[in-house]
T-cell receptor, first 114, second 116 residues
Framework: NAGVTQTPKFQVLKTGQSMTLQCAQDMNHEYMSWYRQDPGMGLRLIHYSVGAGITDQGEVPNGYNVSRSTTEDFPLRLLSAAPSQTSVYFC?????????????FGPGTRLTVT | GDSVTQMEGPVTLSEEAFLTINCTYTATGYPSLFWYVQYPGEGLQLLLKATKADDKGSNKGFEATYRKETTSFHLEKGSVQVSDSAVYFCALSDPFSSGSARQLTFGSGTQLTVLP
């Protein structure tokens, strides 16, 4: 199993540009989510999905869109990048529905918006 | 809302020293508690967890006990190694909070550096 994979690893955007961060998992997990990591703030939830065709907002959803057309993939779209979106983005997935279930994280995408 | 407060870092220790990283939490319900570790250039990985009061999670020589009376989940290791250098995150998942039951609420992270 490759686990959770993310591409690209690094990206530099200019303000106003759009892009999609890719996330895929091969563990047949129903639950997937996106977090952003900023210095001194831990990780914060952007969007999540409990299964194909179902998505919902997390703590900091503004400026981001998601879709879930398959169980495996959960892309994150930045519609019009802003410097405040400079961050490290992590995708995560888990199999079960319980709060106690382990989440598996991808290696992250480091995004810089100039 | 739910929150996690972690000991401020960075923490620098010599090899074989004793490690404690403090973590306290507030939660609406009865959360599950986790410690995740992030090695340089990598994503987060689960280090240990506990799901009910007085449970002790342990892995790779690290331990943490779920203390409901003090709302704490402090991470300890008796003898750290250079390879333990990483960022450590305390987190909770609260099944009674609004939104996804599997949402993790993280502390701000503690950078640990172990010197040979």
């Amino acid at each position: 199993n490759a686990g959770v994979t993310q591409t690209p690893k690094f990206q530099v955007l200019k303000t106003g540009q759009s892009m999609t961060l890719q996330c895929a998992q091969d563990m047949n997990h129903e639950y997937m989510s996106w977090y952003r990591q900023d210095p001194g703030m831990g990780l914060r939830l952007i969007h999540y999905s409990v299964g194909a065709g179902i998505t919902d907002q997390g703590e900091v959803p503004n400026g981001y869109n998601v879709s879930r057309s398959t169980t495996e993939d959960f892309p994150l779209r930045l519609l019009s990048a802003a410097p405040s979106q400079t961050s490290v983005y992590f995708c995560a997935s888990s199999y079960g529905v319980q709060a106690s279930d382990e989440q598996y994280f991808g290696p992250g995408t480091r995004l810089t918006v100039t | 809302g739910d929150s996690v407060t972690q000991m401020e870092g960075p923490v620098t220790l010599s090899e074989e020293a004793f490690l404690t990283i403090n973590c306290t939490y507030t939660a609406t319900g009865y959360p599950s508690l986790f410690w995740y570790v992030q090695y340089p250039g990598e994503g987060l990985q689960l280090l240990l967890k506990a799901t009910k009061a007085d449970d002790k999670g342990s892995n790779k020589g690290f331990e943490a006990t779920y203390r409901k009376e003090t709302t704490s989940f402090h991470l300890e290791k008796g003898s750290v190694q250079v390879s333990d250098s990483a960022v450590y995150f305390c987190a909770l998942s609260d099944p009674f909070s609004s939104g996804s039951a599997r949402q993790l609420t993280f502390g701000s992270g503690t950078q640990l550096t172990v010197l040979p």
